[in-house]
């Protein structure tokens, strides 16, 4: 079994700084692509940003400079640093990593609970 713990999160003022974290633990074999995403209200998940094994980021165009993501391989975690934050970006966020918990099954996604975010003054 993979245990997912996310944490961070919280209500900041726009402009603010908020960094996220999740850390995987338990039955890992190898841990391919971790990423981030978001919920609005009513809406769908959303990607936001992802990072490789091998550390090429990527992001949507709306967090690009303003987010940076990152992780450890050894430490099986990763972190969304969110800088210069609007409220728009006001969401429920969520970790997730496509890892194999098997030598002898194929990789598959797991996801954090989700933190919420709120940037209002």
């Known amino acids: 079994q993979v245990q997912v713990v996310q944490s961070g999160g919280g209500l900041v003022q726009p402009g603010g700084s908020l960094t996220l974290s999740c850390e995987f633990s338990?039955?890992?074999?190898?841990?391919?692509?971790m990423g981030w995403y978001r919920q609005f209200p009513g809406k769908e998940r959303e990607w936001i940003a992802t990072?490789?094994?091998?550390?090429?980021?990527r992001y949507v165009d709306s967090v690009r400079g303003r987010f940076t993501v990152s992780r450890d391989n050894n430490k099986h975690t990763t972190w969304l640093q969110m800088n210069e934050l609007k409220p728009e970006d006001t969401a429920v966020y969520f970790c997730?990593?496509?890892?194999?918990?098997?030598?002898?099954?194929?990789?598959?996604?797991?996801w954090g609970l989700g933190t919420q975010v709120t940037v209002s003054s």
């Open positions: 990072v490789t094994s091998f550390l090429d980021t």
């Open positions: 997730n990593a496509d890892l194999q918990s098997d030598q002898s099954s194929p990789s598959s996604d797991h």
């Open positions: 338990g039955s890992i074999v190898r841990i391919y692509a």
